[in-house]
Every structure is written in C-alpha cells, then in structure tokens.
C-alpha cells in the first residue's frame, strides 16, 4: 500500500468524482456507448440538480451490451490518472459491478476488506434482462439474491480477521468468485428482448423505461437519465417526491479518502 497524506474533505471529494464522471462520460462518447444516471444519483439530479448529501457517491448505468465494451476498452484508452477495477481483471476485486478510481487517491471502507488500487469512485452496473414468467422470474431473483448474500456474507467473515489469515485471504477469494458468478447469471435473459430489465438486486422494471433517454440536471451538467425515470425511481423508492423522504436521504457509502504521496504512472496493471 502506497504512503499518504492528508485526509480529503467531501467538498474535494464529489470534485473528485465529478472529473472521474467527465472522463466516463468522454470515454462512452468516444466509443458511441449508451449510459443514464441510476440510483441516487438519478434521484439527486431529478430532485435537487445534484448530489444529495455531501457524502454521496455518483452511478452510472449502461446497457450489458454497452457495458460489455466499456469493461474492455476503459483502462487501452482512459487518461493515467483513471483505472477501471472489475472483478475480472483484478484478483481482490470482490464487487460484481466495475469502479473507476482516481489513482492520485486511496480509500479504505471499513468493515470491508482493502483493495488494491482503490481511490475515490464512482460505480457502473450493467442493465440485464428479466423474463416475465412468475414461476421464472422468482427462480431467477432467487439465484441472484443467494449469491448476493453469500458474497457479502463471506466478506463480513473475511473483515472479521487479517488478510495475514489464510481463512480470511480465502473467503476474499471466494467473494471475488460469488461476484464473477453473480454477474454470470446476470446475463442469462438480454435487456434487449426480455420484458422487464434488472440492475444489481434492484428489482425487475418494464425494459420500456429505458428504451430512450430525456436530459436532467446534475451539478451543473445536462446527462442522460431513462425515459421512464419517474417510474424507475417509483419502483426503487416509493413516494421519492415527498419532502420527508428526501430529508431522510443519506449516504450508504462510509469511506475514508486520502492523496496518495506517489506519483501515478502510465501503468495500469
């Protein structure tokens, strides 16, 4: 682990996840990919043109087959400062969906086992498919939600002792295989056929909800967010609009951040 210094305050903190989104943003632009703003971010944008909470984090959403080449492209054509982690390409990676990190920055999570190469974020899920069937949707939702429990209860297992544990270094390895597994079934019904369309364990949404997109404000800048975001973030919250729901609001993510002393390199790996 690299040495490092200050602690970075919030306020840099979301400008720092403002220029990772930016060079998302240039990069599925360059490659001609599809993204919309997800989760609470999405939510910020409709609600207050912003974040919502100082300690809030940014998401992004792209369809798998968009998804797909971004995962695969990042890391040939993003700036050195930026680095995509996925479980795929990175062996202590233990999330099923990618990060892209700030590389001048290092964050640990407590509770949570360290990774190696994580910054300040910002995270990007893929948008799969979900059939319509009862009966298969239920077995489906069911694959889905077991391995999600067992990956995070093996990493709760696994923050418990030491990465100098042998038990500990195996049950990472074992998230890390839960995530790659979770993110297999993921993929068993395509976002462009099926009727109803899932990210994460989020819950299944009529696909039609992201047939197209319309633009929101957020920080700023004029982004894509689902044509049916009003019935996204319905089905995700519930009454969104009402203002003791919003006050309610706050971050789930508790990280802590600091610069790192070593210079970044061209270096990926």
């Not at 993929?187 to 319309?214: H, L, M, N, W």
Request: glycine content about 8%; overall charge negative; proline content about 6%.
């Amino acid at each position: 682990m690299a040495e490092t210094e200050q602690e970075i305050d919030p306020a840099q903190i979301q400008g720092l996840i403002i220029d990772i989104f930016l060079e998302v943003k240039r990069i599925c632009e360059l490659l001609g990919l599809r993204y919309y703003l997800c989760y609470g971010t999405l939510l910020g944008a409709v609600m207050k043109h912003g974040f919502i909470s100082p300690d809030s984090d940014l998401d992004i959403i792209l369809p798998r087959t968009d998804y797909r080449v971004f995962v695969d492209s990042f890391n040939s054509v993003c700036g050195s400062r930026f680095q995509l982690l996925s479980p795929e390409y990175n062996p202590d990676y233990y999330y099923s969906f990618v990060k892209v990190v700030d590389r001048s920055t290092e964050v640990s999570e407590p509770g949570l086992p360290p990774i190696k190469g994580m910054g300040v974020y910002i995270d990007i899920f893929p948008l799969d498919g979900m059939p319509g069937g009862t009966v298969q949707y239920r077995l489906h939702s069911l694959r889905l939600q077991l391995l999600h429990n067992f990956r995070y209860t093996a990493l709760l297992l696994a923050a418990i002792g030491s990465l100098q544990n042998p038990a500990s270094r195996l049950l990472v390895r074992l998230s890390r295989t839960l995530a790659v597994r979770f993110d297999a079934v993921s993929q068993s019904f395509s976002e462009k056929t099926s009727p109803f369309a899932v990210c994460d364990v989020g819950g299944r949404i009529p696909s039609g909800v992201f047939k197209g997109s319309v633009p929101v404000i957020f920080e700023g800048l004029t982004l894509p967010a689902p044509d049916g975001h009003h019935e996204y973030l319905t089905k995700l919250y519930g009454d969104y609009t009402a203002a003791a729901f919003m006050e309610s609001r706050a971050s789930c993510h508790d990280f802590t951040a600091r610069w790192r002393q070593e210079e970044c390199t061209d270096d990926q790996s």
